[in-house]
């Protein structure tokens, strides 16, 4: 699994970033690549910017309970998963305001560190770790930039 805290890395995945297209099409799924920039934006939002609202302490407790232990671990998300609310992208977005969006986060989380995630709150899922925190971001990038074949 490539490491969010490592510019190597994140240089690869802006690499593949600048392959997609305005018009580029899945090879699954029901978005578009301006939706699915603007939602792998969602995750970086969540850490970043507090405009999703936290989910309430029984719904946290589904969450660590059911979601984050397949959220969190090494294993690939499958294709067609289910897409949390907060997560689900209407209508259209700009391409390369979602696109720059996005590499500014990537960017920012490496340069902010491993140190800066351990133990570190996430919204859902209680506090992480850095390894925790960098399955769930590199893998979320991962799985939506093979569904759009780069």
């Known amino acids: 699994m490539q490491n969010v805290f490592l510019k190597e890395d994140c240089d ?5 970033i600048n392959e997609l297209k305005i018009d580029s099409q899945p090879l699954w799924g029901k978005m578009a690549v301006d939706q699915m920039l603007a939602h792998s934006n969602v ?4 850490v970043y910017d507090n405009i999703h609202p936290k989910p309430n302490v029984l719904m946290k407790f589904l969450l660590r309970l059911l979601a984050k232990n397949k959220v969190v671990s090494e294993t690939p998300y499958p294709r067609h998963l289910s897409t949390a609310p907060q997560f689900i992208i209407k209508g259209d977005c700009n391409f390369e305001s979602e696109k720059d969006r996005l590499i500014s986060y990537i960017v920012k989380t490496q340069e902010l560190g491993e140190k800066e995630f351990e133990g570190k709150e996430s919204l859902s899922f209680g506090k992480l770790n850095a ?5 769930m971001f ?5 799985h939506h930039f093979k569904q759009f074949g780069v």
Do not use: G, Q, S, V
């Not at 690869?12 to 593949?16: C, G, L, N, S, V």
């Not at 590199?138 to 991962?142: E, P, Q, Y």
């Open 131 to 135: 390894r925790e925190w960098n399955n």
């Open 43 to 46: 995750t970086y939002e969540m």
């Open 138 to 142: 590199a893998k979320h990038l991962d």
């Open 12 to 16: 690869k995945f802006i690499a593949r």
